[in-house]
């Protein structure tokens, strides 16, 4: 058997959620008069319950990466789709109620459970619960890798051409495959301590500065978002040095 909700991603998600590699919410469509809510109701007590598990397993959906989510098909961390003893096992509800629900939510067109083996090969998918932490750099916890990183509030981040970039239209493709060199957290941080550019920055400060804003304020602690951050530190006038390191302005 496979589950699949049928219009995930043009029901449930939006030109941004569909970039995100995982989600830790959904969209809903709101309103209770659609026709497959209504017929739902008219089961009672069962209604009401597949209602339940739909919700439940959008939940699930959401917790996939964006390449099984995709197709709308519920599948396990090696690719499987899900079987009902999949989803009883992550939603904690009876069997039984899983059946009879499955049966009601294909009825209204909700869902497809098929029982035939797939035609096509089923996304690698990388379960992960709702709840946790983004893929983070193993040797320093205090930055998160992965897609729209850098989003938030007065960030001033999005698409556009870079200066220096040649237009996409002008590039030539390269026979050959550049290799990029990922740096460690503490081997970035320490780049970024040794740039000229970046000499009247205290790097490990603002860092430490930047790791307590996003915390207060739930966001994720990306590269991209600290370069943003130190490059808006300024630099001190010249002439003028900070009290407590040397001569500061007698006259005041």
């Known amino acids: 058997m496979s589950i699949t909700i049928n219009k995930w991603s043009q029901t449930f998600e939006n030109a941004d959620t569909r970039k995100r590699q995982r989600l830790g919410w959904f969209l809903a469509p709101s309103g209770c008069d659609s026709r497959g809510y209504r017929l739902l109701m008219r089961e009672g007590a069962d209604g009401a319950a597949a209602l339940g598990v739909f919700t439940a397993l959008c939940q699930i959906m959401a917790t996939l990466p964006k390449s099984a989510r995709q197709s709308g098909i519920l599948c396990n961390s090696d690719g499987s789709g899900m079987q009902v003893a999949d989803v009883r096992e992550i939603t904690r509800m009876e069997q039984s109620v899983l059946e009879r629900s499955l049966q009601l939510l294909e009825m209204v067109g909700w869902l497809n459970a098929a029982t035939e083996p797939l035609t096509q090969d089923l996304p690698v998918a990388c379960q992960s619960s709702a709840s946790s932490v983004p893929v983070a750099c193993q040797s320093h916890p205090a930055f998160v890798k992965g897609e729209g990183e850098g989003e938030g509030e007065g960030e001033g981040e999005g698409e556009g051409s870079s200066i220096g970039i040649e237009p996409a239209g002008n590039r030539q493709k390269s026979k050959f495959k550049v290799k990029r060199t990922v740096l460690t957290d503490a081997e970035f941080l320490a780049e970024l301590s040794t ?27 990306t590269r991209r978002r600290f370069v943003n951050w130190i490059n808006r530190v300024e630099k001190p006038m010249a002439g003028v040095q900070v009290e407590g390191k040397g001569e500061f302005n007698d006259r005041w």
């Open 195 to 221: 740039d000229p550019t970046y000499a009247h920055v205290d790097v490990a400060t603002e860092h430490g500065k930047m790791l307590r804003w996003c915390e207060q304020r739930r966001q994720q602690p």
